[in-house]
């Protein structure tokens, strides 16, 4: 009873800000809440970038799984290293200290002066004008998946450091006085017991990624474009009547990411170490 | 103590009742749902938007005190130091505190009053805002601009009252909505270590890119640079300005693009990247530029390059290159929001802002180097005189030279129009 | 631990080092320079103006409102996740599926679409801007708290909860010299990320502050607008980390305050293997 009451004001928070914000996103794409004008309802707004929609999803949904791989790796990676002895945990917890606060913004910016064709790397490298590949702007979104990577594998380590820390030592003891190798404790304890923390933050990083339009904006091509890049073009654009159109495609973003949050939360629920 | 004692179990935890979660899930889809309510009820209430202006004594009067709170674009470091140093100061002597709020686009500030207006509020955030033609339109559409003011500033005398660039905000009436800040004339900058001769037409850019592949490109519209270039080239490419209607015909629009669109897929293979991609704005062109990977580079605020060449962003050989057809020309303005509480404060801003001394200090290169909207026939003689005595930039010709032949702006309904056409006829067609 | 397997082990550690960090050179670099043309490999020249300049124009007072709003986000957000992951970990509400689902939501949400709808509602309230703020971030910050802590209960073996209750420890001591402790990482984790949550965040404090609420997100991200501002992007960011990497420090020193015997290495006194001297320790 008493659990209940506590956890209710935070979903009631949750539920306020939500339910207010997606059902303001919601009136304004089917043009009940325009910005001028009398309410019309009308589902203009979803159909009219049908093409576009498509080849947008698509991006989407690949820049979010190739980031989110890279960084699960990368972020697990990190933490195992992490609890090998304090010496590096402290340099690493240094290092990820370092990274997780960037904003994303800012790091964008940073790895685009790095991988641009003019960039700090290709100036290092001595690279002829022309031979650098095209990293940022290019065919492939491979800046931005780079990005989203460093940053979210810093989160990553940072949320499995932060559980494991709380009870790996033993079980790793244990483990190795019962003769298991390197490889075997990490297969069979590490592994397990970073399952969790690792599906819950590679879930909030998919999600995040899916739903953020900056970095794409700042590194990415013209098109193809993400759907939050498309999104937030038509919300900034000086017609008012795109404004609709933008809160469609927001919409759209929502239910996407949501659908992959709930598919992320069942297959977390079946790990064996969730109870 | 036993553990049923002190821990009870989950299962006494769960009651079979539903009633005690109910409560407060309803109450709480209720609470959001009167919000949404609240949110979409009836318009705002109407705000003064033409509510006369007293004489200017009171309107003097009525600003001691205000504060007045500045939304402009706060990238450019040499307007946020003229704000914070120079106008700030001048306005506390009228007893009126500047603040100035920085924003990345002044649809910010457009957005944040049109949330207000929603709202019905009177006090709201945002007193003055630096705009330019699209987002006064905009704003127009939306009620968000205060009228029945600007002309009432005791500075406007100084100004010509047949300027086409001070009466008309890219194609929509003025009317008497906002107040004139600066001029601006869209440039194109070339590096001359680079191209020793360089051509005098926007037509001979074009040629000239196509004989040197990958170093010229220009920023995808709808960013405000790029639109801009898409405008001129639709001049260069109907014959003149002369042959393009200012306001948006579907018929001139028909007949005219299909030549812009051709011109410009033709010109793809040969830009930066083959066309396949745009630098997404202003910014990442100046970047290309800076970085050696293109040849030139284009701004409608050639008041910046002064000080990007002083501070070795770009290169040192960087020049203007004057178009013979002459290229567009604006003006921007300082608007007050319907929803402004200190709109008193706000009119004393802007006239200072408006006054001789105001825009000599801006217009020197070394400040910030904004042209003046004023009329120098109609200024006092020593101010006349300061204007002329101003320090010339190394790299920006004075205004008369570069307005030479300015071509009028197109009415913002173009805009639009012309950044969904570049994007289905040009970039989708190039992939 | 044979010569390979270190020599693999501090080769990785040199790779993670170097995909960490190289990402923030460009940043370091240009903090430190005063005038870098595009086509060299270094500065021309170096210099400390662009950190001094950033305290000159608003960039301190700027810290201050970012430190306050972070703050406050971290005080809400970090109890609110850790009490309710307590009650989904141990099945102490019912439909702890749609709650999970519920709390995990404002992830999936795109941001400036649902502020635009709220900050209309929140004018119309004549909500003060820091509280609207605070509260859309601290829903923002919810997830991930909520989730981290989540993730630490699962790792958690409610028995040592037990098995201080059957010694004769009182619900108090219970939680402040049991729980506490072992949850302690994760608990740090979660506030360090609750604070970053309200000190990085951009569009919401634009769209809710109203422009009354200038924050150092807000001063970077309008200097990155222009043109030849690397430098004062640079600085500003440089100037931005300095306050989370205090916090984190501070909180490792807390924690080691609340449980001593975790300092220094791990191993020694992990209560894994020895739980008898809890006892002891939660005297």
């Known amino acids: ?275 | 103590m036993s553990r049923a004692q002190h821990r009870p179990t989950s299962r006494q935890l769960v009651t079979p009742s539903k009633r005690r979660r109910a409560p407060w899930r309803y109450g709480a889809a209720l609470t959001a749902g009167g919000m949404l309510l609240a949110a979409c009820s009836a318009p705002a209430a109407t705000t003064a938007t033409n509510q006369p202006v007293g004489s200017w004594a009171d309107v003097r009067s009525e600003a001691r005190g205000q504060t007045v709170s500045l939304w402009m674009w706060g990238g450019d470091s040499q307007g946020n130091a003229y704000v914070d140093d120079v106008l700030a100061p001048a306005a506390k002597k009228a007893g009126v505190t500047l603040r100035r709020v920085p924003v990345v686009d002044t649809k910010e500030a457009l957005n944040q009053v049109i949330a207000e207006r929603q709202a019905g509020r009177t006090d709201g955030s945002v007193d003055l805002v630096w705009v330019n033609g699209d987002n006064f339109a905009t704003g127009q559409q939306a009620g968000a601009w205060r009228c029945g003011w600007a002309d009432d500033l005791p500075n406007m005398r100084f100004t010509a009252p047949d300027d086409p660039l001070l009466t008309s905000d890219f194609g929509t009436k003025v009317d008497d909505c906002e107040s004139p800040w600066h001029k601006a004339q869209f440039t194109l900058v070339y590096d001359s270590a680079q191209i020793a001769d360089p051509p005098s037409s926007l037509a001979g850019v074009l040629d000239w890119a196509d004989e040197h592949p990958g170093r010229f490109t220009y920023p995808a519209p709808p960013d405000f640079t790029g639109a801009a270039f898409i405008r001129q080239l639709l001049y260069s490419v109907s014959g003149g300005y002369e042959n393009v209607p200012a306001t948006l015909d579907q018929a001139a629009y028909d007949e005219l693009s299909p030549a812009l669109w051709q011109r410009l897929r033709d010109l793809a293979p040969s830009l930066w990247r083959g066309g396949r991609t745009y630098p997404r704005d202003s910014v990442a062109l100046d970047k290309l530029y800076a970085q050696g990977q293109v040849d030139l580079t284009m701004t409608y605020g050639p008041a910046t390059l002064t000080d990007l060449v002083a501070t070795g962003t770009f290169p040192e050989t960087t020049r203007v290159l004057p178009l013979a057809e002459g290229t567009l020309g604006n003006a921007s303005f300082l608007a007050i929001p319907s929803t402004s509480g200190s709109a008193a404060g706000a009119m004393v801003v802007a006239n200072l802002a408006l006054s001789p001394e105001q825009q000599r200090l801006k217009a020197d290169p070394q400040v910030w180097g904004q042209f003046s909207v004023l009329d120098q026939s109609r200024l006092p003689a020593p101010e006349e005189k300061a204007f002329a005595d101003l320090p010339a930039s190394p790299v920006v010709p004075p205004y008369p030279v570069l307005s030479r032949n300015a071509n009028p702006e197109l009415s913002s309904a173009w805009v639009p129009a012309l950044d969904e056409g570049w994007r289905r006829n040009v970039l989708a067609e190039v992939q | 631990m044979t010569r390979t397997r270190r020599a693999l082990g501090l080769l990785l550690v040199f790779l993670l080092l170097a995909w960490f960090l190289t990402p923030l050179l460009p940043l370091a670099l240009w903090a430190g320079a005063e005038s870098w043309s595009g086509t060299s490999s270094l500065p021309q020249r170096w210099g400390a103006g662009n950190l001094t300049s950033v305290y000159a124009s608003d960039g301190g007072a700027a810290v201050l409102r970012s430190l306050a709003l972070g703050t406050a986000v971290a005080v809400l957000a970090t109890p609110a996740g850790a009490v309710a992951a307590r009650a989904l970990a141990l099945r102490q509400v019912r439909g702890p599926r749609l709650i999970a689902a519920l709390l995990f939501a404002p992830v999936a949400l795109p941001v400036f679409a649902v502020v635009m709808g709220l900050n209309v509602v929140l004018l119309r309230l004549h909500v003060p801007g820091f509280l609207g703020i605070t509260l859309v971030l601290v829903v923002t910050a919810l997830p991930y708290t909520t989730f981290l802590m989540r993730a630490a209960y699962a790792a958690y073996d409610v028995a040592f909860e037990d098995e201080a209750r059957t010694l004769g420890a009182s619900p108090g001591a219970v939680r402040w010299r049991v729980r506490l402790p072992l949850l302690s990482p994760a608990l740090a984790g979660a506030a360090f990320l609750a604070f970053l949550v309200g000190w990085s965040d951009y569009i919401v404090t634009l769209l809710l502050g109203g422009g009354r609420y200038v924050t150092l997100p807000i001063l970077v991200a309008s200097a990155a607008s222009g043109t030849g501002n690397e430098p004062t992007v640079a600085a500003l960011s440089l100037v931005a980390l300095v306050p989370p990497a205090l916090l984190l420090v501070s909180l490792g020193l807390l924690r080691r305050r609340l449980n001593p015997r975790r300092s220094g290495s791990a191993r020694r006194s992990d209560p894994a293997v020895s739980p008898l001297p809890l006892v002891e320790g939660a005297a």
Do not use: C
């Open chain 1, 1 to 275: 009873m008493r659990a209940t009451l506590v956890v209710a004001a935070p979903v009631l928070a949750v539920l306020l800000v939500v339910v207010t914000g997606l059902g303001a996103t919601a009136l304004q794409s089917l043009g009940l809440m325009p910005l001028t004008g009398a309410p019309r309802l009308s589902f203009a707004a979803y159909t009219s970038e049908n093409g576009e929609l498509l080849t947008a999803t698509g991006l989407s949904l690949l820049i979010a799984a190739a980031s989110t791989a890279l960084a699960a790796v990368v972020g697990l990676a990190t933490a195992v290293a992490a609890m090998s002895s304090p010496r590096t945990r402290r340099l690493l917890t240094g290092l990820v200290t370092a990274t997780v606060p960037v904003p994303h913004l800012v790091g964008a910016a940073s790895v685009g002066l790095l991988l641009a064709d003019g960039g700090l790397l290709s100036r290092w490298l001595g690279a002829s004008p022309g031979t650098w590949p095209s990293l940022v702007a290019g065919r492939w979104p491979t800046a931005v998946v780079l990005e989203y990577a460093w940053k979210e594998s810093a989160f990553i380590a940072l949320v499995v450091t932060a559980t494991l820390a709380t009870r790996l030592t033993g079980y790793h003891e244990t483990a190795a006085l019962l003769g298991a190798g390197p490889w075997a404790r990490f297969r069979h304890v590490t592994l397990p017991l970073a399952a969790p923390a690792l599906g819950l933050a590679s879930a909030i990083t998919f999600v995040y990624t899916l739903g953020s339009y900056e970095v794409a904006w700042l590194l990415g091509p013209a098109y193809p474009e993400p759907l939050p890049v498309m999104a937030y073009r038509l919300f900034t654009s000086t017609d008012l009547a795109a404004r609709p159109e933008a809160m469609a495609l927001a919409m759209t973003t929502t239910v996407i990411a949501g659908a992959a949050a709930l598919a992320a939360l069942a297959l977390v629920r079946r790990t064996a170490a969730w109870r």
